[in-house]
């Protein structure tokens, strides 16, 4: 495991830690004057050294940073109805891990759990971009209201949106667009009718990812994989 | 959930369940009389009765089956290096919602985990089935010894065997064989060196999945995912 720090606030010479990064900092037994790694989500890794502990945050020097572009000029948008805790978490773990470039979470008429609060999502998106190492942290949007989603949805003009469908085409890569890619994964119990029509006036590609009926989980990591194969990511 | 269970034996009236589906029926307080619907691994789907419920197994009358035929002619075979425990069963759950239909796990040199018992897999297998409705039962071979499963692959003459490996090549779509494939994925720790001659030596393509450098059951399940794709199952 790559020990590596998240700091939320980076300038020319020190970088800035809360307090759940603290408590990392305590189990680790870190003290003033360690050199620790660390990450700002925005593509650059850092060494540094520890300066000031204090209740609720930390400071470390900058000795060193190495900053990478991303890879991917296309982004690809995971936006999931909000779903069972383990199934969400395993899901939203391994699309960063993959290289997700936004999360959005929207709660559909037969979501068995309500959105998540901002900090549960935002923490578990950090822990994951640590473990694997990713340098840059994805959006988050989480909606409420499946409308302010579907209005978000309406204004994006530059991403083409595909919705995961046992009843769509099969995945070709002709469905494959230039630009962005927003990949739309309804609740285990699939969208209601009046989701479905709206997804229907907005003209949507419907896709599905063979005859198997796959679990929530499964069936989103699937076409986060396909579809990063099939733009070139793999 | 679907509540389904698995019986080891199937005549032409009768279904046998061991103790692990005995212990199912305890706790879901099933008592004789009861209808059940159980797979047997070969395809079929019954219906049933509870008729006998002794101290270490269970018999149950069959009314029903329907038989389905598997969907696919060539098989994916998943030969991965026995991990952590939580990271092999993530992968092997997985791979069976996926329709795998061969596991293979062996030992490697930097493996961080002995082989498994061969009960403690087939158990593995058995309750991911119930849990996705997978109507095949994937073969589950174990090798202790690097050399046996080496020996094993030799003799396989109908299956081109794939190595994931981030040196290789990145995919692409010719290098799908026709019949047969077995994709090789090995510890975090990679291959010794030793065991990457023995490879070498049998001519093995090598393929990496991107860049990013990927958890053992991540880089697996994006294996399984993408030659899944490439081979028409979704």
């Given at each position: 495991m790559?020990?590596?720090f998240?700091s939320?606030?980076?300038?020319?010479?020190?970088?800035?830690f809360d307090v759940?990064?603290?408590h990392?900092?305590?189990?680790?037994?870190?003290?003033?004057?360690?050199?620790?790694?660390?990450?700002?989500?925005?593509?650059s890794?850092?060494?540094g050294?520890?300066?000031?502990?204090?209740?609720?945050?930390?400071?470390?020097?900058?000795?060193?940073?190495?900053?990478r572009?991303?890879?991917?000029?296309?982004?690809?948008?995971?936006?999931?109805?909000?779903?069972?805790?383990?199934?969400e978490?395993?899901?939203?773990?391994?699309?960063?891990?993959?290289?997700?470039?936004?999360?959005v979470?929207?709660e559909s008429?037969?979501?068995?759990?309500h959105?998540r609060?901002f900090?549960?999502?935002?923490?578990?998106?950090?822990?994951?971009?640590?473990?694997?190492?990713?340098?840059?942290?994805?959006?988050?949007?989480?909606?409420?209201?499946?409308?302010?989603?579907?209005d978000?949805?309406?204004?994006?003009?530059?991403?083409?949106f595909?919705?995961?469908?046992?009843?769509?085409?099969?995945?070709?890569?002709t469905?494959?667009p230039?630009?962005?890619?927003?990949l739309?994964?309804?609740?285990?119990?699939g969208?209601?009718?009046?989701?479905?029509?709206?997804?229907n006036s907005?003209?949507?590609?419907?896709?599905?990812?063979?005859?198997?009926i796959?679990?929530?989980?499964?069936?989103?990591?699937?076409g986060v994989?396909?579809f990063?194969?099939?733009?070139?990511?793999?």
């Open positions: 790559p020990n590596v998240y939320y606030k980076v300038t020319d010479k020190e970088a800035f759940h990064e603290l990392h900092f305590k189990v680790l037994r870190l003290k003033i004057g360690d050199e620790i790694r660390f990450i700002d989500g925005n593509g890794l850092f060494k050294k520890i300066r000031k502990i204090l209740s609720n945050m930390a400071i470390a020097s900058i000795e060193e940073s190495h900053r572009h991303k890879e991917w000029k296309d982004r690809i948008i995971l936006c999931l109805a909000s779903s069972k805790w383990h199934r978490r395993l899901l939203i773990e391994k699309a960063i891990e993959l290289g997700i470039d936004e999360i979470e929207f008429q037969y979501s068995v759990a959105i609060k900090e549960k999502i935002d923490l578990l998106v950090r822990n994951a971009m640590k473990q694997s190492m990713n340098l840059f942290k994805p959006k988050i949007r989480l909606f409420s209201d499946f409308n302010d989603f579907i978000w949805m309406r204004i994006q003009n530059d991403t083409k595909i919705l995961l469908d046992p009843n769509g085409e099969r995945i070709n890569d469905m494959i230039k630009g962005d890619l927003g739309i994964v309804g609740p285990e119990g969208f209601s009718k009046q989701e479905l029509e709206i997804f907005l003209n949507l590609q419907r896709v599905k990812l063979g005859d198997r796959l679990r929530f989980e499964t069936a989103a990591l699937t994989i396909i990063s194969y099939l733009k070139g990511r793999m």
